[in-house]
C-alpha cells in the first residue's frame, strides 16, 4: 500500500477529549490500515481554550507557574507559556480571570477584575519576553481591561483625585487616567491578541450587554457596567485622545480588547494566530490528506473557526481534508465549497450524551480507521 502522508490536526472536541487526545484517537486509527505512513500531528486551537498548550507544542517551549491575583482578588496558580528562542510569551486571559475561576453563585462582574492578567504580563517581560501571544476569551469580567492596564503601571483617579479600585463599578468614578507610568518595555514589544468577535465596548452590541449576562449580570447590574463603561470610554477619549467606545473588538473579554487596542496592539482572527504559530502552511505542503475535527459541526464553522481556517490554507494545495465531529448538524453544505472534502459523524450506536463523551476516544479511533480502510481501497 502506497505511504501517504497524513497530517492531523483536530481541535478538542469539548468535554470529551482536547486537541491532544483527539489528534491520538484518529491517528490511531488511520495507523492500523497505514502502518508505514508517515504522520504530521498539529492539535489546533481556535485562539481560546487550548491555544497555549498548541502553540507550545509546536515551538517546543515551556510553561511557567505563577501566582497572580484572581477575578475576585483572591490568590490564584496560574500558567502561561514561554519560547525561550524567540522571547516569546503565550498566555490565555482565562488562566487569570477566567469564568470557570468564579463559583456560579459569586459570578458578578462589578466585582471582578483583569489585573492577573497585567501580572502574568509583568512576569512574562521580567523573563525577557519580547513578543506576545494572547488569547482572548472566557473571562469573567467587565472592568474595561483597566485591571490589567493598573498591574501594569496605568493610573486613574476620581473627581477628588482618590486611587480608583478593581472591577467593574469602578469605570463609573473615573475622571482622569494617567498612562505616563506604564511599564516602559511594553512599547518595546509586539502583542498579537487572538479575537475572534466584532463587539465594540459600549452600546447594545457592547461588552456589557452581550456578554455580561453569561457572567452573572441582572439588568440591574448591566446598567450600571454600562454605565461605567460608557464613562470609561469617555475618559479614555478625553485623556488619551483614543475613542474605543465603537472600535470593533474592543468589547472582547469584557473590554480587554479595548484596553489592548489601547497599547496599540493587533487583534487577530484566533485561527489565523495558531495556524501561524504552528508553522501550519510549511507542514502541509506535502500532505495527502488532513485530518480534523470538533465536538460540533454547523453552519457556523465556516466563520473564522478551526475548520475554516484548516480549509482556507490546504485549499492552496488541493489537500483533501476529512472532517470527524461528534454533532453533525443539516446545514453543513456551506462547509464543501471552501474546501472541507467530507464530514464524518463519529457515533457508531445511539446513546446518551454522557455516554458519548465518555466514549470519544474510541469512537474517533473506529470512524479515523474506516474511513482509511475507504482510502486504502481506492
Known sequence: MKKAKFVIAPDSFKESLNAFEAAKAMKEGIQKVFKDSKFELIPMADGGEGTSEVIIYAQKGEFKNIRVTGPLGEKIEAKYGYIERDKKAVIEIAVACGLDLVKTELRNPLYTTTYGVGEIILDALDKGAKKFIIGLGGSATNDGGFGMLKALGARAYDIDGKDIGLGG????????????????????????????????????????????????????????????????????????????????????????????????????????????????????????????????????????????????????????????????????????????????????????????????????????ENIARLLGSL
Not at 477619549?237 to 483614543?242: E, F, G, L, S, Y
Not at 475535527?293 to 483533501?320: F, M, R
Not at 463519529?346 to 454522557?354: A, F, Q, S
Request: with cysteine; charged share 25%; glycine share 10%.
Open 169 to 368: 463599578r469602578e469605570l463609573a468614578k473615573i475622571h482622569s487616567i494617567d498612562l505616563s507610568n506604564l511599564d516602559s518595555r511594553i512599547k518595546d514589544t509586539i502583542i498579537e491578541v487572538a479575537c475572534d468577535v466584532e463587539n465594540p465596548l459600549i452600546g447594545s452590541t457592547g461588552a456589557t450587554y452581550i456578554f455580561g449576562p453569561q457572567k452573572g449580570a441582572d439588568s440591574e447590574i448591566l446598567e450600571e457596567l454600562e454605565q461605567g463603561m460608557v464613562n470609561y470610554a469617555e475618559v479614555v477619549k478625553r485623556t488619551c485622545n483614543i475613542d474605543i467606545a465603537k472600535m470593533p473588538k474592543a468589547g472582547a473579554a469584557g473590554g480587554l480588547g479595548g484596553a489592548f487596542l489601547l497599547l496599540g496592539c493587533n487583534l487577530i482572527k484566533g485561527i489565523d494566530m495558531v495556524l501561524k504559530h504552528t508553522d501550519f502552511e510549511e507542514k502541509i505542503k506535502d500532505a495527502d490528506y488532513i485530518f480534523t475535527g470538533e465536538g460540533s459541526i454547523d453552519v457556523q464553522t465556516k466563520y473564522g473557526k478551526t475548520i475554516s481556517g484548516i480549509a482556507k490554507v490546504a485549499s492552496k494545495y488541493n489537500i483533501p481534508i476529512i472532517v470527524l465531529a461528534g454533532r453533525v448538524s443539516d446545514d453543513i453544505d456551506e462547509l464543501y465549497p471552501i474546501g472541507v472534502t467530507a464530514v464524518f459523524g463519529i457515533t457508531d450506536r445511539p446513546k446518551g450524551l454522557d455516554e458519548a463523551l465518555k466514549d470519544g476516544y474510541n469512537s474517533i479511533r473506529k470512524t479515523s
